[in-house]
């Protein structure tokens, strides 16, 4: 089945059972079997594997599309492009910022200079250098992929060697966070597979496509020898292929989207996402234009029972729309009940729901879109925990067309929102006035917040960021519930550990054998 880029946002799910659950870097735990995919038998075993022998391996991977980082169509590819390019920076499993081209960098309000590694060589031998990186952006600047990421990029240049300037339209601290573009020879941004600086090089013999080792890698050392790409078109396929070793290793960004299962033994490791699902409110409606109201039903929100049913487990519950991943930053924990009692709220006829001054019930209704039957099971759950902090909520469920108008319009009390966030997880679309997903009334105070915090100079950023949240708990614009978590799925005991991080699920791949 051929996918499209956008199908990145709506992966096919993967939900695991009776396979051994890795969680990046944590202990293995086993449960009972499945893998949400379609039912198909694999083979069993005949030979007890010793993991981190198979030194030659094989991933998903779709020929009708390149392996060029600008044009990259398909969610099996775009998988595979951290394992041949890299960029200025990358995104550890903790969502930590990680220097990988880059040696070190200074920054004056708008303008940031950039001073890259020197002697980082491309995999056919020639050095890397600045004028590579400039090119590499500006290509960036022009795509599809990578263009949300430059939009406040103004200009791109090099100076000598090893020396890359950007000026932006308005300052932002976090800029790093979004230079995780793949770098690549200059005038080489058209090819269908650019020469990289990563752990593996692409060769392409008589229509089979291979991912050598790149002995030259300024890495270290890199334990796979080589990987074979294979061509998988349909879901189906999964099931015996990574059972009967086949492919070793698949993705799945959204491993809950689905709850038709198979059989097999399966090591799945998930990582952390950038997948957020949220409650949008409308802050011009009734009792939810009061802070207090909102607050009370974050408070209320049973994020543990909805990770556990709704994700089967693949996800994070939060209280701020921030990964758990950075634990700095922290959440107050409130009293629903004190809350709705402080905005003037009490159970006056006795049937467990709060009335308001007037006698009138505090009762709301929450859209969902129809198609999805996770977000709808993950709606009841968020009847089921308000109702018990009395807050009466009704689902409602629209076509995806009709549910787009109504947020539109404003036409609504809550509504269940996923959007995937930026790796500076950056709200601002949600609550500035005329921002992409801002549904329900923007907000100054926030705006203002981020504006601060994308302000800060160096060393300030994180108390900057507190800052933000503490505004975002007062005001609380949206209900944050959950990140989903991602996983790969290998062979039972094949490979060493597998870490797994945000676009970037073949993390220690090059720590897979040897």
Known sequence: MRRSFLALLLILSLVCGGCHTTEAGGETEENQDAVGLPQQQPE?????????????????????????????????????????????????????????????????????????????????GTEMQARDVVYSINQARESTLFASRCANITSCTYSGRYTVRIRLGTPDSQLPRLLIIPVVPRNDGDEENPLGTGRFMVQSQDGTVTLLRNDSWHGGAVGVESIRLSALYQDSELSYVIGAGVIDGVCFEKPFATDTAIRGNFDVTTFSASDFHHLGINKNSGPLSDPLVRQAISAAL???????????????????????????????????????????????????????PEGNNLTLELLVPEGSEMKIQAAEIVCQSLVGSGIQVTVHTLPQEDFQQALNRDDFDLYYGETILNDQFDISQMVQRGGSLCY????????????????????EEEQAQQALYDAFQEEMPFVPMAFGRGCVVTGQG????????????????????G
Not at 57 to 72: E, M, R, T
Not at 440 to 459: D, V
Request: with cysteine; hydrophobic share 35%.
């Open 44 to 124: 069993e075993e005949t030979e007890t594997t010793v993991p981190g022998q198979k030194t030659a391996i094989a991933l998903a991977y779709n020929p009708s599309d390149s392996l060029n980082p600008f044009q990259v169509t398909t969610e099996y590819n775009y998988y595979l492009l951290p394992l041949i390019y890299e960029g200025l920076f990358a995104i550890g499993p903790d969502f930590q910022l990680e220097n990988v081209l880059c040696e070190s960098y200074e920054v004056d309000g708008d303008q940031w200079t950039f001073y890259i590694k020197q002697g980082v060589l491309f995999h056919d």
């Open 302 to 356: 049973d994020r543990d029972l909805l990770v556990q049913k709704a994700f089967s487990g693949y996800g994070d519950g939060v209280s701020l729309p921030v990964s758990p991943e950075l634990e700095q930053f922290e959440a107050e924990k409130k009293d629903p009940d004190a809350l709705l009692k402080q905005a003037g709220y009490a159970d006056t006829d006795g049937d467990g729901i709060y009335n308001d």
């Open 440 to 459: 329900g009334g923007a907000s100054e105070t926030l705006t203002q917040a981020i504006t601060a915090w994308k302000s800060a100079l160096l060393g």
């Open 494 to 513: 094949v490979m060493h550990q597998v870490v797994g991080a945000n676009r970037n699920p073949y993390y220690n791949l090059h720590q897979w054998a």
